[in-house]
């Protein structure tokens, strides 16, 4: 069982800048690519960021050269690092632990398996 656990979410003023961490307790934290995704009222959970067990990060559009996401492996925890942030980047961010490459797409929440509880990011125009 993997417990993910996020947090440094808040209010922030648009233009301004916030960084979520998450926390896992696998022992196996290393060895597994790890994402962010967002879900905004009423919409589907969408894929922000991804890193890889080996340091290699993707990224949606929506926040490519806005968004840095990171992990420490001794520390057990990635981070999502956000800048420039916009009203519509407002949503529950929630970190996961990729499962699996599916055939029909790689950052897609179904590749993931295991997910933590959320934190809210508001921000302000």
């Known amino acids: 069982q993997v417990q993910l656990v996020e947090s440094g979410g808040g209010l922030v003023q648009a233009g301004g800048s916030l960084r979520l961490s998450c926390a896992a307790s696998?022992?196996?934290?290393?060895?597994?690519?790890m994402g962010w995704f967002r879900q905004r009222p009423g919409k589907e959970r969408e894929f922000v960021a991804d890193?890889?067990?080996?340091?290699?990060?993707y990224y949606a559009n929506s926040v490519k050269g806005r968004f840095t996401i990171s992990r420490d492996n001794a520390k057990n925890t990635v981070y999502l690092q956000m800048h420039s942030l916009k009203p519509e980047d407002a949503a529950v961010y929630y970190c996961?632990?990729?499962?699996?490459?599916?055939?029909?797409?790689?950052?897609?929440?179904?590749?993931?398996?295991?997910w933590g509880q959320g934190t809210q990011v508001t921000v302000s125009s």
């Open positions: 890193i890889s067990w080996s340091g290699s990060t």
């Open positions: 696998a022992r196996t934290f290393s060895t597994f690519d």
């Open positions: 996961a632990r990729r499962g699996r490459y599916s055939d029909s797409g790689w950052y897609t929440a179904d590749n993931y398996d295991y």
